[in-house]
């Protein structure tokens, strides 16, 4: 069985302030697909992104950047210049190949004053 | 077009109702889910179809009764609920698993916010 945890229950900063959002996982399967999904107020999960444990590149979109190590089972996820509307709660999850169950971490909620 | 569309948004029903909560995509996806999310928790899977059949039932009670008429559709049956069943109810699909790494991905809709009295 797959487990993740999010050690940060909920973070709060100042606008334009980074944020990094912790994400520890354990599989025994060697290969699996790891994700982050955020969760506005409104309720609907938006899909942010998936990495493969085969490719351990990190990756940077706008404002957003992800942190993969194998050897320590962290997936980590930092908002650079933080904004109001990054304000939600953030889900990182695991899937194992040729899995469907999507294994979400407790969430961290992030708020964002201005 | 990576929309998934969820109806009623809210759902009040009493205890002895039957009602049923509506999914739909159009994106092409084989697979379709039903999650649970309770306030301040994550998403719990609840069922999987794959290619319009039920790959995965987490033990799920039978008051709760999922439906997938095809590849686009996919209905939850809600019978005799109980008030801790009150919840946001999320469907998402993926294109299926196995394929490519891409099959893996789950697009959610916005939910049904459901309230048993």
């Known amino acids: 069985a797959q487990k993740v945890t999010q050690a940060q229950t909920e973070i709060s900063v100042v606008e334009k302030e980074d944020v990094t959002l912790d994400c520890v996982y354990e599989?025994?399967?060697?290969?699996?697909?790891l994700f982050w999904y955020k969760q506005p107020p409104s309720g609907e999960l938006v899909f942010l992104i998936r990495?493969?444990?085969?490719?351990?590149q990190n990756e940077i979109s706008g404002r957003y950047s992800w942190n993969f190590q194998k050897s320590t089972s962290s997936f980590n996820f930092t908002i650079t210049a933080s904004q109001v509307v990054d304000s939600a709660v953030y889900f990182c999850?695991?899937?194992?190949?040729?899995?469907?169950?999507?294994?979400f971490g407790g969430g961290t909620r992030v708020l964002v004053k201005p | 077009d990576t929309e998934v569309t969820q109806t009623p948004k809210h759902l009040v029903m009493g205890m002895t109702n039957k009602k049923s909560l509506k999914c739909e995509q159009h994106?092409?996806?084989?697979?379709m889910y039903w999650y649970k999310q309770k306030a301040k928790k994550p998403p719990e899977l609840m069922f999987v179809?794959?290619?319009?059949?039920?790959?995965i039932n987490e033990s799920v009670p039978s008051r709760f009764s999922p439906e997938c008429p095809n590849s686009s559709l996919l209905n939850l049956h809600l019978h005799a609920l109980q008030p801790e069943d009150s919840a946001l109810y999320l469907c998402?699909?993926?294109?299926?698993?196995?394929?490519?790494?891409?099959?893996?991905?789950?697009?959610f809709g916005p939910g049904t916010r459901l309230t048993v009295t």
């Open positions: 999850g695991i899937i194992k190949a040729a899995g469907n169950k999507l294994t």
């Open positions: 599989t025994r399967d060697t290969t699996y697909y």
């Open positions: 994106m092409g996806h084989r697979a």
């Open positions: 990495r493969n444990s085969f490719d351990e």
């Open positions: 179809y794959s290619y319009e059949k039920l790959s």
């Open positions: 998402a699909s993926s294109q299926d698993r196995a394929q490519t790494a891409l099959s893996y991905e789950q697009y």
